[in-house]
């Protein structure tokens, strides 16, 4: 079946350390990849895609890596905030037709203590 | 200035009800979405439009009906609520069908008593 895994628990760490969240997914091929934040009563955000040929994609403290063979994405963000808290969504893009149509996976809560 | 906006923002009704949920961006893009999200957070496509023509219908029961009055607009009508229908429901825009960049509306929560 297919499916698509987050960090299943809350992620917890200090301020000014890296955060890393996970997605996994099983039984699609996307071209691409997104990841959104998602803050408590408002919608989901565009944070960042990687494209299947990319290994890797940088915006300021975020970084998105994205294995193919694996099946999974890695979402960084470095010297982490308390701002930075929210949830954060992958999303595979599954462009067929040229219609862009996301899938997403379940969000990481992410919490970082002062 | 507000890019995707949805009216209204909390919606309360008893079953069996019939409801509409409204969508307009002012971004001029050409493709809208409708996503439902769960109590669990998950995030589900169900309709898109593409210039007024629906391109994506996923397996949604037919009570839910989209109407595109023109590309700026997406409306969302339910007929006859059912308790499972609760959810946020969130619109979307992007400025073509292929277009990397989706952006959300600030969503409507439905409960259904």
């Known amino acids: 079946s297919q499916k698509i895994e987050q960090n299943s628990e809350a992620l917890n760490i200090q301020e000014g350390k890296t955060a890393t969240l996970t997605c996994n997914y099983t039984?699609?091929?996307?071209?691409?990849l997104q990841w959104y934040r998602q803050d408590p009563g408002r919608g989901p955000v565009f944070l960042l895609l990687?494209?299947?040929?990319?290994k890797e994609k940088r915006k300021e403290r975020l970084k998105v890596t994205f294995d193919t063979t694996l099946k999974q994405s890695l979402f960084h963000i470095t010297a982490s905030q308390p701002a930075d808290s929210a949830t954060y969504l992958c999303?595979?893009?599954?462009?067929?037709?040229?219609?862009?149509?996301?899938?997403f996976g379940t969000g990481t809560l992410l919490a970082v203590q002062p | 200035d507000t890019a995707v906006s949805q009216t209204p923002k909390y919606l309360v009704t008893q079953m069996g009800n019939d409801k509409s949920i409204k969508c307009e961006q002012n971004?001029?893009?050409?493709?809208m979405y409708w996503y439902k999200q769960d109590s669990k957070k998950f995030l589900k496509i169900m309709f898109s439009?593409?210039?007024?023509?629906?391109?994506i219908n996923e397996t949604v029961p037919n009570r839910f009906s989209p109407k595109s009055p023109d590309k700026a607009h997406l409306n969302l009508h339910i007929n006859s609520l059912e308790l499972g229908d609760s959810a946020v429901y969130f619109c979307?825009?992007?400025?073509?069908?292929?277009?990397?960049?989706?952006?959300f509306g600030p969503g409507t929560r439905l409960t259904v008593l």
């Open positions: 990687i494209r299947e040929n990319e």
């Open positions: 971004l001029g893009h050409d493709t």
């Open positions: 039984n699609y091929s996307p071209a691409y």
């Open positions: 439009y593409n210039n007024k023509e629906l391109i």
């Open positions: 979307a825009s992007s400025q073509t069908r292929g277009s990397d960049t989706q952006y």
């Open positions: 999303a595979l893009d599954m462009r067929g037709g040229a219609t862009n149509k996301l899938i």
